[in-house]
Nanobody, 124 residues
Framework: QVQLVESGGGLVQAGGSLRLSCAAS????????MGWFRQAPGKEREFVAA????????YYADSIKGRFTISRDNAKNTVYLRMNSLKPEDTAVYYC?????????????????WGQGTQVTVSS
């Protein structure tokens, strides 16, 4: 089992940047593929980005492609989401998630463990 704790959210102006972190506790972090999702008020949780166990394969939602970068440091048991050129529509609670199967997936149901989320607010 793995516990996930997100950090790095906050209030930023449109065009600004943030880096989210997700620290994992427990064993065998490098056996999980990892994903970032977000949920805006009144909307369903949606996929943002995913990364393979070793970090060599990444996958992005079209809405953030070219602006966000997912990465991981297995020595630190941490996955990151670098967000540039932020837009007001990026405002949401951002969640990280871990998938035991190691599949790089955009589907919520594939992920076994979730963090509590961190709020990102982008002002216009």
């Amino acid at each position: 089992q793995v516990q996930l704790v997100e950090s790095g959210g906050g209030l930023v102006q449109a065009g600004g940047s943030l880096r989210l972190s997700c620290a994992a506790s427990g064993r065998s972090f490098d056996t999980y593929s990892m994903g970032w999702f977000r949920q805006a008020p009144g909307k369903e949780r949606e996929f943002v980005a995913a990364i393979s166990r070793g970090g060599f394969t990444t996958y992005y939602a079209d809405s953030i492609k070219g602006r966000f970068t997912i990465s991981r440091d297995n020595a630190k048991n941490t996955v990151y989401l670098r967000m540039n050129s932020l837009k007001p529509e990026d405002t949401a609670v951002y969640y990280c998630a871990a998938d035991r199967s190691g599949v790089v997936s955009s589907s919520l149901v594939n992920y076994d463990y979730w963090g509590q989320g961190t709020q990102v607010t982008v002002s216009s």
